[in-house]
């Protein structure tokens, strides 16, 4: 199997790092401002307006906050792969 | 049926899936042993994480802290949850293509060096020896507090049952059991929050039972538990007297804790490839996220029913098998007061509940630290009831008590399990084999790996017994992220996204780490630290994310400022960002292949 590793050129693997960099800082934001953001340091703001009774920033911290993570974590290894794909890598 | 047949019933059946699945899934190859062979399907080790990550301190303590704690709670919400993003993101599928068993075998060869990978060592068996003792006394907890079986034997009983898959099997048969597992406490844990969200709300959906009305009344659920917790002195719910700063410290430290952890780690080596892991990681979430919404929704519901029922009761004095509680309650009914309830009777026994009548009255207050009425909390709960004793609390019938006691137990039993791997591997192949007896055979390390893995669970059983002496479950347990936080994550997250990264600065990174974040704590829980005194008002809980980013920057100036790494570990870490091109290269590989592929086995990183 060892014969069969996908190979690419120095350039090649540099563009694949640099797109998946550049994917993952983009879903690290989103992670951040989910959390730390309206969980935590925009709470005050958000919990101005609220949801089944719920303060926002109150529901972003218990509840909100994990189904973004879960969107974020499906998104990504959907664009990962899409990405493998034009590098034809994987399958 | 009463109570204790359901109990044993459930607890009998699942223990007999686990002996069974111990026979089955008896391991052959280190390989199988260390990492299951690298065969288990995404969405099965997704399920096998979650049940491996999910602990005695998330299924009994997590929703008795949040029921206290309210917003503050959410700390370990976010924190238990967010890590995840920064698993599949970060770690876990440059980790599973770098092809290797433990967290230390990158670490060693990463930075190519024995001393790196002894300091992981070091730090792996720290972190899951202080993990596994807040889990042995999980499993005690549960014993003791529904069994009527004591404390210690509890703890004796779940050991023998770890021992023999934990042994047999090695991370091939801890993974099929955690499958079971997750099934036996989700369900357990949903169920109970079904019937209460719909007795409260009648939602049947506690995430939204949580924002929903009360049944019956025109205020939201939320705004009457803040209305009834400020009536009786206690800040809203809602609220949090935390510092923002220490919330975000906190939620920082639990979030890149967890993304460290060398047992959450381990269990993405197990899947087929990169792309698996990042799948995988996905899975976890999900499962995780089932157990992790219902959470806070019981928290809630929890705290509103406990004061409904307890407070403005007149209490019954007695041991509740030596009296005749109904007959002591029919009289209160009659005289126009409520009785203490039956549950209550039942869980004084296990000291969880106290009742001390300051007043003099017989009636039970229970009030806030801003009492509006100047009376003084009579009634003082401790955190782990809540989910124990909730299905009690809400009236739910005995066979839902049974499945809560079976689901703790396999909360508490499979974390347990998948600390057990990361301890027997760090010595058997970690210390052993990779850096005492290289020489040492397949055969003969898997021999050493059951011996390792059985004393393992000698010591975690003993830490157990002494655990009862150290502070509640989740706080114990709160440790371990610390140190995973401050001294692991920093040096993967560097070894994979700076090829700069060398030995010098790996070895300063982890130390600084270990030792900043250790001395903290320690003080503070041991030394007679005071809260006047922390660091940037971080408590203990949330030092690992301050320092943390102080590892970080020792890590960076160390190696800048000494030579950079060998020609083979640029290579090495070049390989490892792109997913199926990983090839060995000289002294980061030395003496190992650094996958399966040279021999007969199935082909594993390779295999696109």
Known sequence: MAGNKPQLTK?????????????????????????????????????????????????????????????????????????????GLGE | MDQAFWSYLFVGLSFSAYIGIALWSRAGSTDEFYVAGHDVHPAVNGMATAADWMSAASFLSMAGLIAFLGYGGSVYLMGWTGGYVLLALL?????????????????????????????????????????????????????????????????????VIVFFYATLGGMKGVTYTQVVQYCVMIFAYTVPAIFISFIITGNVFPQLGFISNVRGEDVAMLEKLNTTLTDLGFAEYTSTNKSMFDVFAITGALMFGTAGLPHVIIR??????????????????????????TAPAIGAFARLNFISTVNEATYIEGNIDEIDYEAEAEKIREAGGTPVPHWYKDWEKTGLLSYEDKNGDGVMQYRGPNSPD???????????????????????????????????????????????????????????????????????????????????????????????????????????????????????????????????????????????????????????????QYLFGVSPEGIGFVFMFLALGVGIVTALLTSPPPQDIVELVEDIRVPGTRQPHGIADQGMEPMKDASDGPPAASAG
């Open chain 2, 91 to 159: 770690l876990a599928p440059y980790l599973r293509e770098f092809g290797k068993f433990t967290v230390p075998d990158f670490v060693g060869d990463r930075y190519y060096s024995t001393f790196a990978r002894i300091v992981a060592v070091i730090c792996a068996l720290f972190v899951s020896f202080t993990y596994i003792a807040g889990q042995m006394k999980g499993v005690g907890v549960a014993f003791s507090g529904f069994l009527g079986i004591p404390f210690e034997w509890g703890i004796i009983i779940g050991m």
């Open chain 1, 11 to 87: 350039d090649q693997a540099k563009a694949y790092w640099r797109a998946t960099i550049r994917l993952t800082i983009t879903l690290l934001v989103i992670w951040f401002a989910v959390s730390y953001g309206a969980g935590v340091l925009l709470r005050d703001i958000l919990d101005k307006v609220s949801i089944g009774g719920a303060p926002l920033g109150f529901w972003f911290a218990q509840q909100g906050a994990i189904y973004v993570f879960l969107i974020l974590i499906a998104y990504y290894c959907f664009a990962m792969t899409r990405l493998e794909k034009r590098f």
């Open chain 2, 374 to 532: 100047g009376l003084a909390n009579e009634v003082d709960p401790n955190r782990d009831i809540f989910v124990l004793a909730n299905p009690q609390i809400a009236g739910l019938p005995a066979w839902v008590i049974g499945l809560v006691v079976a689901g703790g137990l396999a909360a508490a039993l499979s974390t347990a399990a998948g600390l057990l791997m990361v301890i027997s591997s760090a010595v058997s192949h970690d210390i052993c084999r990779r850096t005492l007896f290289p020489q040492m055979n397949d055969k003969t390390e898997l021999r050493v790996a059951r011996a390792s893995a059985a004393g393992a669970v000698v010591a975690a059983g003993l830490l157990g017994l002494f655990a009862s002496q150290l502070g509640f479950v989740a706080q114990v347990v709160a440790f371990a992220f610390g140190l995973a936080a401050a001294s692991l994550f920093p040096i993967i997250f560097l070894g994979i996204f700076w090829t700069r990264m060398n030995k010098e600065g790996a070895i300063a990174a982890m130390l600084t780490g270990l030792i900043t974040t250790f001395a903290y704590i320690f003080w503070f829980k041991f030394g007679g630290g005071t809260p006047e």
């Open chain 2, 268 to 293: 993405f080596f197990t899947v087929r490839n990169a792309r698996a892991a990042r799948v995988s990681a996905g899975w976890a979430l999900l499962f995780i996220a089932l157990l992790y919404t």
